[in-house]
């Protein structure tokens, strides 16, 4: 079994080679491991596929159940796991750089920051907080003792907003502030996906 720093240099040599490659999301430690004898080289978590294998809706696992669900994924395959940490679970800088600190301690070679609030009546954070947010969770994985990939993603398509533009500016801003991967899910068409990919590094 690969040491946590090789699982995290590895995933990072994924982004930095040319072409794409394919993330698909495991739901449990069995999923994880049909999915690496098929030849996936990076694994990463999904919030709604651990949740509704619990029986219950998206977004309602505990921040302790996602970590205890993030280190049982980890230590499953000789891949590189990243991990779906929503809004990372905190509403300050503070409470989203000890999350970011406890994912990483559970093995992951990366996890992403969403955009998205826990409030249904203002889904998407204001643009400064957001970026401010990004800013924090770039703060602590640079503490960390060993390499990590931070995911910072614009929610807007999915949230509601589908606004280019916006999601756009939220990018340029994410890759400004440090993120190492830049994430917009939810575009219809690719003139959309062709906009957002070469506007940002």
């Known amino acids: 079994m690969p040491t946590h720093e090789e699982k995290a240099l590895a995933f990072q ?3 930095k080679e040319s072409g794409c490659f394919v993330i698909p999301n495991p739901w449990d430690r069995g999923s994880a491991r049909m999915l690496a004898k098929l030849g996936f080289k990076a694994l990463a978590t999904t919030s709604a596929g651990f ?3 619990s029986g219950r809706p998206d977004g309602t696992a505990s921040l302790d159940e996602v970590l205890a669900h993030c280190r049982d994924l980890a230590a ?3 891949l590189p796991s990243s991990a779906d940490m929503e809004n990372c679970y905190a509403d300050t800088g503070e409470g989203i750089a000890e999350t970011i600190r406890r994912a990483a301690a559970t093995g992951l070679a990366g996890c992403s920051i969403e955009d ?3 409030d249904p009546e203002n889904p998407i954070y204001e643009f400064s907080e957001a970026v ?3 800013s924090a969770a770039v703060d602590a994985v640079r503490t960390l003792p060993h390499p990590f990939t931070l995911t910072a993603r614009a929610e807007n398509f999915i949230r509601g907003n589908p606004d280019l533009d916006d999601t756009i500016k939220r990018l340029q801003a994410f ?3 440090g ?3 830049l994430y917009a899910p939810g575009p219809k068409s690719s003139d959309q996906i062709s906009a957002i990919v070469s506007s940002v590094d």
């Open 13 to 15: 040599k994924l982004h």
């Open 132 to 134: 401010d947010r990004v």
């Open 179 to 181: 993120a190492d991967v």
């Open 51 to 53: 949740d509704f294998a």
């Open 175 to 177: 890759q400004e502030a």
């Open 116 to 118: 998205m609030t826990d």
């Open 76 to 78: 499953a395959t000789d």
